[in-house]
């Protein structure tokens, strides 16, 4: 699989960090994503862009375990992914909660994989016993 360099991970993760605190500061202050939405879509897709860049980026070592780490966060992602829609669904059409966006299912998706991947790398997640 061809991924993106390593220091694709560290731009990801500064831009991310830096949409999130200018998306609360301008929440917190101004109120402004109520009063122009496009605003607030326009920083969601550019915050899972910046995820997408840190899952997308080479490891310092990559080799044969951190390819089966990979697999695996994204299998857990994508059963994950499907629950919770299923979840969702089940609960909207009983009234319990509202839909919630697209963005929530991939920023949870993105994260849940990202945990994953770096629990397995750290040995968290084996199989030995």
């Known amino acids: 699989m061809n991924l ?3 220091y694709f991970k560290y731009i ?3 831009c991310a960090v830096s949409f999130v605190m200018t998306l609360v500061i301008i929440q917190s202050f101004t109120g402004y994503t109520h009063q122009y939405p496009v605003l607030k879509k326009i920083f969601e897709l550019l915050l899972i862009l910046c995820l997408a860049l840190i899952i997308l980026s080479r490891e310092k070592k990559e080799d ?3 390819r089966y780490s990979r697999m695996r966060a994204a299998a857990f992602a994508f059963i994950t992914g499907i629950l919770s829609y299923v979840f969702r669904s089940f609960f909207t059409f009983f009234d ?3 839909v919630e966006s697209t963005f929530s299912c991939l920023l949870s998706e993105s994260v849940f994989y990202l945990l994953i991947f770096h ?4 040995g968290g997640l084996t199989n030995d016993k």
């Open 64 to 66: 044969e375990f951190i």
């Open 96 to 98: 319990v909660i509202a």
């Open 12 to 14: 990801g993760a500064v």
């Open 119 to 122: 629990i397995t790398i750290w």
């Open 4 to 6: 993106l360099p390593n």
